[in-house]
């Protein structure tokens, strides 16, 4: 039996599924799967053991111009590695209406989210059967449920298992593990960054416990952020430009991560690698980083969680200092994860 998985975009989105392709393929042993994912992502579907094809998609490039696009060589590839397979199923775990044509696109029976579940209702017009499943559950149990109601099995909700095969993704990044911990300080929205301050306090705390601390970055603003951290602070390196490989070769090889809501912080679940994410604006209880040694450490600030991309408080400002340098804490409500408490809870986590 062969099933498309449509999921094309983002990281952590992508990440989600992962543990539903487990559970699938747990329970029908002759499950094969391809998987359409945007060009950006196309490393992790491969590192499931249980997907066989990657179909890249390039829609974030493609939307630009969407007529050229449309006439171009490029999306005609596309379509016809699409539809070269007849899929005994297709599964939309995403829910857009990108997403919901690129499954009637394909050939086959095309299943999804119910319009009253799902964030862009008008996807279910590209399905051929829907299926409910709650918001309350988090993003991961709710494509699990998808996955086992379509494919008629049942799976332990208590244990998860995102069945990355590490060996897929040696051969970058370190050779060996160390005393090491990872920084994923690059996030998307500005209300979700921790203080740059507080990252580069907390590096100078974790070189003092005789750690090396590694900085990845995505862009070249993540970049200077990273080079701000790591400034005067020989225990601190700012590493190459990654692929996500790389990235989750040196997550693999670290002791553990301490991470802002990011993708990557994702990555480090499904690496079940110990690691203390800090939320402010942003609540983990529906799709923060899921699964085992995962510590979320979410504000106290009367406003939080606003899930808003910008900042609305107006109330007193705050202030912190670091090695005499005065600093607004911006948005405020990261005054409630200051570095050395978040270290002593990344200490006790990886002693568990």
Same mark, same amino acid.
């Given at each position: 039996?062969?099933?498309?998985?449509?999921?094309?975009?983002?990281?952590?989105?992508?990440?989600?599924?992962?543990?539903?392709?487990?559970?699938?393929?747990?329970?029908?042993?002759?499950?094969?799967?391809?998987?359409?994912?945007?060009?950006?992502?196309?490393?992790?579907?491969?590192?499931?053991?249980?997907?066989?094809?990657?179909?890249?998609?390039?829609?974030?490039?493609?939307?630009?111009?969407?007529?050229?696009?449309?006439?171009?060589?490029?999306?005609?590839?596309?379509?016809?590695?699409?539809?070269?397979?007849? /899929?005994?199923?297709?599964?939309?775990?995403?829910?857009?209406?990108?997403?919901?044509?690129?499954?009637?696109?394909?050939?086959?029976?095309?299943?999804?989210?119910?319009?009253?579940?799902?964030?862009?209702?008008?996807?279910?017009?590209?399905?051929?059967?829907?299926?409910?499943?709650?918001?309350?559950?988090?993003?991961?149990?709710?494509?699990?449920?998808?996955?086992?109601?379509?494919?008629?099995?049942?799976?332990?909700?208590?244990?998860?298992?995102?069945?990355?095969?590490?060996?897929?993704?040696?051969?970058?990044?370190?050779?060996?593990?160390?005393?090491?911990?990872?920084?994923?300080?690059?996030?998307?929205?500005?209300?979700?960054?921790?203080?740059?301050?507080?990252?580069?306090?907390?590096?100078?705390?974790?070189?003092?416990?005789?750690?090396?601390?590694?900085?990845?970055?995505?862009?070249?603003?993540?970049?200077?952020?990273?080079?701000?951290?790591?400034?005067?602070?020989?225990?601190?390196?700012?590493?190459?430009?990654?692929?996500?490989?790389?990235?989750?070769?040196?997550?693999?090889?670290?002791?553990?991560?301490?991470?802002?809501?990011?993708?990557?912080?994702?990555?480090?679940?499904?690496?079940?690698?110990?690691?203390?994410?800090? /939320?402010?604006?942003?609540?983990?209880?529906?799709?923060?980083?899921?699964?085992?040694?995962?510590?979320?450490?979410?504000?106290? !600030?009367?406003?939080?969680?606003?899930?808003?991309?910008?900042?609305?408080?107006?109330?007193?400002?705050?202030?912190?200092? !670091?090695?005499?340098?005065?600093?607004?804490?911006?948005?405020?409500?990261?005054?409630?994860?200051?570095?050395?408490?978040?270290?002593?809870?990344?200490?006790?986590?990886?002693?568990?």
């Amino acid at each position: 039996m062969r099933v498309l998985i449509v999921k094309v975009s983002s990281l952590g989105d992508i990440i989600h599924t992962l543990p539903a392709v487990t559970d699938a393929h747990k329970a029908h042993a002759n499950l094969t799967f391809d998987w359409v994912v945007e060009e950006n992502f196309v490393e992790v579907p491969s590192w499931h053991p249980a997907v066989d094809k990657v179909i890249p998609v390039a829609i974030r490039r493609w939307r630009r111009n969407l007529v050229q696009t449309y006439l171009s060589h490029e999306f005609r590839s596309f379509k016809r590695a699409l539809q070269g397979v007849h /899929y005994d199923l297709v599964i939309d775990a995403q829910g857009l209406i990108k997403s919901g044509f690129i499954s009637r696109l394909s050939r086959g029976l095309t299943i999804g989210l119910s319009n009253r579940t799902i964030r862009e209702p008008l996807a279910t017009l590209f399905y051929n059967k829907v299926y409910s499943v709650p918001w309350t559950e988090h993003a991961v149990d709710r494509v699990r449920q998808l996955f086992s109601r379509a494919l008629k099995y049942r799976y332990d909700k208590e244990s998860i298992d995102y069945g990355i095969d590490i060996e897929r993704i040696k051969g970058t990044g370190e050779a060996s593990p160390g005393n090491r911990v990872v920084f994923l300080h690059g996030t998307t929205w500005a209300t979700k960054h921790w203080p740059e301050y507080y990252w580069r306090h907390l590096a100078h705390i974790a070189s003092e416990a005789g750690f090396e601390i590694l900085l990845p970055w995505g862009d070249i603003k993540e970049k200077q952020r990273a080079e701000f951290i790591a400034k005067d602070n020989s225990s601190v390196t700012v590493l190459d430009k990654q692929t996500l490989s790389g990235l989750a070769q040196h997550i693999t090889n670290s002791k553990g991560v301490i991470a802002v809501d990011t993708g990557l912080g994702h990555l480090a679940a499904a690496l079940a690698k110990p690691t203390v994410s800090l /939320y402010g604006s942003t609540n983990p209880g529906l799709s923060g980083t899921f699964g085992e040694n995962q510590l979320h450490l979410n504000s106290n !600030f009367n406003c939080a969680p606003c899930v808003k991309k910008v900042c609305t408080y107006n109330g007193p400002g705050i202030t912190d200092e !670091f090695e005499d340098q005065p600093f607004a804490v911006t948005p405020p409500c990261f005054s409630a994860h200051r570095p050395e408490q978040v270290w002593q809870r990344f200490e006790k986590l990886i002693q568990e």
